[in-house]
């Protein structure tokens, strides 16, 4: 099994940057892609962005795309979400997910959710 602790979650002004950081522990081995969906209040989950096992294939939600950036350290198991010019409509809990599969198949494949952190932006 796999575990996945987000962190990096905060409460930030319009246009600001903020970095997310997801930490994966137990038989990481497993995990092939890994990346970020989101859920605002009252609103569905959406995917966010997902990198391959050596960050080499990357994906972005429409949303995000030009402005996020997903980036995985594999010496420190962990997967980051670098988030730059925020805007009120990023505001959502932000969940790290990991897939045992092919990163193009996570939207559908996710096999380890981490437990979400808080991202809110203010305008």
């Known amino acids: 099994q796999v575990q996945l602790v987000e962190s990096g979650g905060g409460l930030v002004q319009a246009g600001d940057s903020l970095r997310l950081s997801c930490a994966a522990s137990?038989?990481?081995?497993?995990?092939?892609?890994m990346g970020w969906f989101r859920q605002g209040s009252g609103e569905e989950r959406e995917f966010v962005a997902a990198?391959?096992?050596?960050?080499?294939?990357?994906y972005y939600g429409d949303s995000v795309k030009g402005r996020f950036t997903i980036s995985r350290d594999n010496a420190k198991n962990t997967v980051y979400l670098q988030m730059n010019n925020l805007r009120p409509e990023d505001t959502a809990v932000y969940y790290c997910?990991?897939?045992?599969?092919?990163?193009?198949?996570?939207?559908?494949?996710?096999?380890?959710w981490g437990q979400g952190t808080q991202v809110t932006v203010s305008s």
């Open positions: 997910a990991g897939t045992e599969f092919n990163v193009a198949t996570i939207r559908h494949n996710v096999h380890y």
């Open positions: 990198a391959s096992r050596t960050g080499g294939v990357t």
């Open positions: 137990g038989r990481t081995f497993s995990l092939s892609g």
